[in-house]
């Protein structure tokens, strides 16, 4: 009769544990991810279905609201594909980068630096990792997939992150959205791998198109935006660049750095955009490379609308084309020419803000702690504000009153006891700027 050492039998019978817990809960977490509807899971799947991929759009949403790749690979004769996802920090770029490379024969790497991704802080600073995760269920390459979730986050989160079901992982217990989930899969309608909501739609190769726009004169926020915190760029995402740069270097590809434009009120909020412009410049012209900011693009090449955005930093279904349009006109030709920066770009956000027309952005309509009043304040580049004029008005209950006429007072009394939206509308010497709305509730 055989005996089995102790140790050994403990050891057996803990691997069986997890060989029979991994295969119980690998098909439940199937059934309980909420993915039927992904752009993500929609990009990755197109993603593997190339025969090549020439250019690589990288980076976050900025990325999937911006390029319409079709169109693009019209013009360059080339197949361009967007790997954007939500909130997709600099290390999943990087891996992203490493998956594709695996597949394909890159040329030409296009990597956007939002300042909201650059300034994401520590890696080890990161306590949810719900993006982290939608690229690492859509990795193919085990070996890359295990390099990500170790180095995205601190040990003590690995078991959540190495298991099949755990937090951040878009699982739901959501009985109607199970069901869904099953009959999709009966159906064979999951494995279209389609994505549609409400107001969007997607165009393919990683874009997404939002039909909605904002519109002109609209741009208003309920809350004050901080300044961009550069202290918060962290020497991981430092490093990251660095290894992208050289696993562009090894591979013989074009490395592009740029940054989408977003709204001048976006912009303006924050009110030190030039200290990031002039970080991103001077740390790519340290490694020799040119940075792009859109931001800074002379009005006589890049002019955008309100109406071109869906909000204040991603662009609608009509930016995207605009977008598209100009971004392949630059990078065909004008990038390559002497003297781009100075021809094209001004040298500041600062210096094109004073070469602009005078303007209203948008508004900050906030209502006080009390909710007795609300506070209006413009965004603008007009330095004399008594030239700015309101009208105000309280949409409750389906009507609409007149609150202030041709007022330069910001602070207006909210209806006591009432909630709904309140509209403001503004005025520079008496020409309309600005008509736009927030909600209120008021005690």
């Known amino acids: 009769m055989i005996r089995i050492n102790t140790k050994v039998l403990i050891l057996l019978k803990t691997v069986i544990f997890f060989v029979i817990f991994f295969l ?35 980076g976050a949403s900025h990325v999937s609201h911006g390029v319409e790749a079709n169109r693009a690979g019209e013009h360059f004769g080339k197949n361009v594909f967007n790997t954007g996802t939500p909130n997709q920090l600099i290390d999943g770029t990087y891996t992203v980068m490493r998956q594709a490379l695996k597949l394909y024969d890159i040329e030409k790497v296009f990597l956007e630096l939002d300042f909201s991704i650059t300034c994401a802080g520590k890696f080890s600073d990161r306590d949810g990792f719900k993006s982290e995760y939608i690229i690492a269920d859509n990795l193919k390459d085990y070996g890359i997939k295990f390099d990500y979730l170790r180095s995205c986050s601190l040990p003590k989160y690995y078991l959540n992150s190495f298991l099949p079901i755990g937090k951040d992982k878009l699982m739901t217990l959501n009985p109607k959205k199970i069901v869904k989930k099953i009959k999709s899969l ?38 004050a935006e901080g300044h961009i915190i550069l202290e918060n760029i962290s020497d991981d995402w430092k490093n990251t660049i660095d290894k992208i740069i050289e696993l562009c270097r090894e591979n013989g590809i074009e490395l592009i750095f740029y940054s989408m434009p977003g709204s001048d009120f976006y912009l303006n909020e924050r009110g030190n955009y030039d200290e990031y412009y002039e970080f991103c410049r001077s740390f790519c012209a340290e490694r020799d490379f040119v940075y792009y900011d859109f931001n800074l693009a002379k009005s006589e090449i890049l ?48 210096e094109k803000m004073a070469e602009m027309p005078e303007k209203i952005f948008g508004l900050y309509m906030i209502s006080s702690t009390d909710r007795k009043t609300m506070e209006i304040t413009p965004i603008t580049n007009l330095a004399d504000k008594k030239r700015i004029t309101y009208d105000v008005y309280a949409l409750t209950g389906g009507e609409e009153s007149l609150l202030a006429k041709d007022t330069i007072n910001t602070s207006i009394a909210l209806p006591s006891g009432k909630s709904g939206k309140i509209r ?20």
């Open 24 to 58: 119980l809960t690998f098909p439940i977490a199937f059934i309980l991810k909420d993915d039927s509807n992904s752009y993500a899971r929609a990009m990755f799947h197109e993603f593997y279905e190339q025969e090549n991929i020439d250019y690589l759009i990288c």
């Open 186 to 223: 009966v159906d064979g309608s999951y494995f279209s791998y389609s994505y549609s909501e409400s107001g969007s739609e997607y165009a393919g190769k990683g874009c997404v198109l939002d039909i909605e726009e904002v519109p002109d004169g609209g741009f208003s926020n309920d809350e």
């Open 303 to 350: 002019s955008l609308s309100d109406s071109d955005y869906y909000d204040d930093n991603h662009l609608s279904k009509k930016g995207v084309y605009v977008w598209t349009e100009f971004f392949c006109d630059f990078f065909s030709e004008k990038y390559k020419e002497k003297n781009c920066l100075e021809k094209y770009f001004y040298s500041s956000y600062a």
């Open 424 to 443: 403001v509308v503004s005025y520079i010497d008496g020409v309309k700027q600005n008509d736009c709305t927030e909600n209120f509730a008021a005690f």
